[in-house]
């Protein structure tokens, strides 16, 4: 009943940028988290960045200080800039979010990936 479509994607040059975008939809009344997970072959998701509705946010250690995590409220959308892209961030990048249906009751939701891949 919530539909997460990511965007943005790509193949960039090490050191390169790229900005994802998340767009939730569907029967929303309200979402807690918003986040980006990612999963590089023969590995596990793991997480990437998250943020609160009240705009709290973290970050593994991976990508702190690189990434940024950023959501707009009133679209239920999320953000992630990355900058300086290593070759160890190509992965497929997975938005989630949570929170609660105009039902009252609760979700939980994943996009379904967008892949980041550096060019050599």
């Known amino acids: 009943q919530v539909q997460l479509v990511e965007s943005g994607g790509g193949l960039v040059q090490p050191g390169g940028s790229l900005r994802l975008s998340c767009a939730a939809s569907?029967?929303?009344?309200?979402?807690?988290?918003m986040g980006w997970y990612r999963q590089a072959p023969g590995e596990q998701r793991e997480l990437v960045a998250r943020i609160t509705s009240g705009g709290w946010k973290n970050y593994a250690s991976s990508v702190s200080g690189r990434f940024t995590i950023s959501r707009d409220n009133a679209k239920n959308t999320v953000y992630l800039q990355m900058n300086s892209l290593k070759p160890e961030d190509t992965a497929v990048y997975y938005c989630?979010?949570?929170?609660?249906?105009?039902?009252?009751?609760?979700?939980?939701?994943w996009g379904q990936g967008t892949q980041v891949t550096m060019s050599s």
């Open positions: 569907g029967s929303i009344f309200s979402i807690n988290t």
């Open positions: 989630y979010a949570d929170g609660r249906l105009v039902t009252m009751r609760a979700f939980s939701s």
